[in-house]
């Protein structure tokens, strides 16, 4: 009799404990994030202007970089409007970060995420037109988050994309392109694949158009 009693405690034993662990909350399942873009993903960088233009510069740039934001805000509205607005030159951008800027990288990435959004070109000017944040040695993340408001981005995809780093591969991959192809420093230009040599300024670039394209007046 004492075995049966012993055997009915194992029972009891056992069957309490398979009801608790069938009523504890089970885990959620784990929600997979989108995979990081490949470094090799074919990404050529955003462009701007028609695609059917006989001249295309290349950009090599970082976001960091004060002369990079000097060029953005005085010379590229300028180009803007008289030589892509006007469907003369295809301007394409590519990541240039430097290693002596401790945000160029996040900053790009921050582009980057605005661009997953259709709003590169938005994040673009934002990141050069109020460029405090490049001299003031701060973490930006705050104030980039505040930029991809502005322009209208959904924060949540945003914060996924910055926090998985999910274009860090791309960035890496410009770099090394513009290595490959001589780049040192920033901004750094090519015209139909030659380097531009001169003083990056929007007459510059409208004389060298024009003489590419033989409209010159």
């Known amino acids: 009799m004492k075995g049966f009693y012993a055997l009915l405690a194992v029972v009891a034993v056992v069957g309490a404990g398979a009801l608790w662990y069938g009523s504890r909350p089970r885990p959620a399942p784990l ?5 990081p873009v490949a470094a090799a993903d074919g990404f050529r960088g955003y462009t701007l202007g028609s695609d059917a233009a006989r001249v295309e510069v ?3 740039s970082d976001f960091e970089c004060p002369f990079c934001a000097s060029f953005a805000t005085v010379q590229m509205p300028v180009i803007r409007e008289q030589l892509l607005a006007t469907g003369k030159v295809r301007w394409r951008y590519r990541d240039f970060p430097l290693p002596g800027h401790q945000y160029a990288r996040y900053a790009a990435l921050a582009a980057q995420c605005g661009g997953e959004q259709g709003k590169f070109w938005e994040m673009h000017d934002q990141l050069f037109q109020h460029h405090e944040w490049a001299q003031t040695g701060k973490n930006p993340r705050a104030l980039f988050r505040d930029f991809a408001k502005t322009v209208g981005l959904d924060l949540e995809k945003y914060d996924a994309c910055t926090d998985g780093q999910r274009y860090a591969g791309r960035i890496q991959a410009s770099l090394e392109e513009g ?3 001589g780049v040192q420093g920033t901004p ?4 139909n694949g030659k380097r531009f040599e001169g003083h990056a300024t929007s007459d510059a670039f409208q004389a060298l158009v024009d003489s590419l394209t033989n409209t010159r007046k």
Request: cysteine-free; proline content about 13%; hydrophobic content about 40%.
């Open 31 to 35: 929600q997979s994030a989108p995979p």
């Open 179 to 181: 290595e490959r192809a």
């Open 188 to 191: 750094s230009f090519f015209v």
């Open 58 to 60: 290349i950009e090599y």
